[in-house]
């Protein structure tokens, strides 16, 4: 570290230049957190189904898309998004690297989510769905009355845990040439050889939002639900942490 | 209103339905005695389709319950439930779970929604709870908001399982008053109870159960008076003297 590098960090240019950097990345974890909830929450639902031809897909891609490392997705996105889509969008149709790297963290992202909004689900006292039932409520208005509004509220810490991953994983899309927070960084330490210094501005930046989310989700209310589906929802959540 | 024809339902290597049959009669009330594991609450659960069974007929308001095809959730308008752990929605008011169904199962208007919850909410004497989430109400208020919006979709039997078995014994009362008027109006009930005070006091007949089969359904005096089988008569020294 030389004293010398430090002085770049008050250039309004520069910090523009990683203020970019920065909405790039908060804009492709906002854009996959979107994308990659609704089909969490199909995934979900589908693994929950009583209808095997509904439930064994849906497993395949939860534990299939787990199992995979996030960067390798991405990476497919960047070389093959382009030839993926043309059949949709016609023979010149080029996906552009956000979007690329967006679907990729999706993927991902909705397959992770499907497990917390499960756990989340199974976790709610059995007598709750029987309630419901029995009052003549369909399986649809019952998910969408009594179900999905308790755990969902009982998922909230879990998915705020989830939503910081994307955004620290919204720096493997640089790879795939996406000028997120990370990638800016890397410019700037090749110009003015002060990588130490960079990375150390950069990590800074992630924390402040990271920690700003953690802390944030806490403050949340997490509602009216049954103390002991709170602990069982924490339980999986440990569990999943530990495999 | 209800029939059983040798209905029949295994858990696992338990039989726990053993040749069931039993019919009830519209405005009758019957209490299901027995001890614990004997197949009382599974033989309710049977009636509003929470519980499928193997083999036999049962046919509930005319609805065959448990053929192919049956719409269950018509069944279930008009076959009302308590629990013996209340489950109220606990992330909505109590006004709210009595609203819901007939909201979005009868598809009442709001206002009229809620001048039915909020004569039920009277009807079982707690209408000052009515914003209340279940959280801040007592096990007793619990249970009788559950009656309430069992109510609200004007059902045309009820059943109870164990309605009072997790409340303390003060709050056991005020649970059968409510449960008392309702027969007394002439509610078709179908009772899982120990509570043998009720049982002699409301109820027309008394079914008592072991072992998955129905070892004896009397009249309730006859009943009361001199159980005709060993067993029941085992069962009810025990529970009285208890």
């Known amino acids: 570290m030389r004293p010398d590098t430090w002085g770049m960090f008050v250039d309004p240019a520069i910090l523009r230049f990683f203020g970019q950097g920065l909405l790039e990345t908060l804009s492709i974890a906002a854009a996959s957190t979107l994308l990659s909830f609704p089909a969490g929450l199909l995934f979900a639902l589908g693994r929950l189904s009583r209808r095997a031809w509904i439930r064994w897909p849906s497993i395949a891609y939860i534990e299939a898309i787990r199992a995979l490392p996030v960067l390798l ?11 993926l889509f043309r059949p949709l969008f016609g023979s010149d149709f080029d996906l552009p690297r956000f979007w690329a790297g967006v679907l990729g963290l999706s993927l991902y992202t909705s397959a992770v989510l499907a497990e917390i909004i499960r756990a989340g689900i199974v976790s709610l006292p059995r007598g709750q769905a ?6 003549g409520l369909s399986y649809a208005q019952s998910l969408r009355h009594v179900i999905l509004p308790q755990a969902l509220r009982l998922m909230v810490p879990a998915m705020m845990g989830q939503l910081t991953t994307v955004i620290k994983d919204t720096s493997l899309v640089g790879t795939i040439g996406v000028f997120e927070l990370l990638r800016q960084g890397r410019t700037i330490y090749t110009q003015f ?16 939002v990271c920690f700003a989310l953690s802390q944030g989700s806490r403050r949340l209310e997490v509602g009216r639900v049954p103390r002991i589906a709170q602990v069982k929802v924490q339980e999986l959540q440990l569990r999943d942490q530990a495999a | 209103m209800i029939e059983f024809r040798d209905v029949h339902k295994h858990f696992g290597p338990l039989h726990v339905l053993n040749g069931i049959d039993l019919s009830v009669a519209e405005r009758e009330v019957v209490v299901i005695i027995g001890p614990s594991g004997s197949g009382k609450s599974t033989l309710i659960r049977t009636i509003n389709g929470l519980e499928a069974i193997e083999s036999g007929t049962l046919v509930v308001n005319g ?9 269950v959730n018509r069944l279930r308008k008009d076959v009302g439930m308590v629990f013996q752990s209340f489950n109220l929605f606990p992330h909505l008011t109590a006004i709210e779970n009595v609203m819901l169904a007939p909201l979005k199962v009868r598809k009442l208007g709001r206002s ?4 039915r919850a909020m004569r039920l909410l009277e009807k079982v004497g707690i209408p000052e709870k009515a914003d209340a989430p279940p959280a801040r109400l007592s096990g007793g208020q619990q249970q009788r908001v559950a009656i309430a919006r069992a109510l609200a979709m004007e059902p045309r039997i ?20 409510v449960m008392r008027d309702l027969a007394r109006e002439g509610m078709t009930m179908l009772v899982v109870t120990h509570e043998v005070g009720f049982a002699r006091e409301a109820s027309n007949r008394v079914v008592f159960m072991d072992g998955g089969r129905i070892i004896e359904d009397s009249p309730t ?8 089988e060993e067993r029941a ?3 009810l020294s025990k529970v009285i003297r208890h």
Do not use: C, W
């Not at chain 1, 029987?130 to 009052?135: G, P, Q, S």
């Not at chain 1, 050889?193 to 402040?208: K, R």
């Open chain 2, 112 to 115: 009229e929604a809620r001048d």
């Open chain 2, 158 to 177: 009820m059943l109870f399982d164990e309605p009072t078995s997790a409340l303390d014994a003060e709050m056991i009362r005020e649970v059968l008053d």
């Open chain 2, 221 to 228: 005096r006859e009943f009361f008076a001199a159980p005709r």
């Open chain 1, 73 to 83: 997705l991405i990476v497919y996105f960047g070389i093959k998004g382009s030839t």
């Open chain 1, 130 to 135: 029987e309630a419901a039932r029995a009052l």
């Open chain 2, 233 to 235: 008569k085992q069962f």
């Open chain 1, 193 to 208: 050889f002060n990588p130490i210094e960079v990375l150390l501005f950069v990590s800074l930046v992630y924390f402040v």
């Open chain 2, 63 to 71: 609805i065959a319950v448990h053929a192919e095809h049956v719409d």
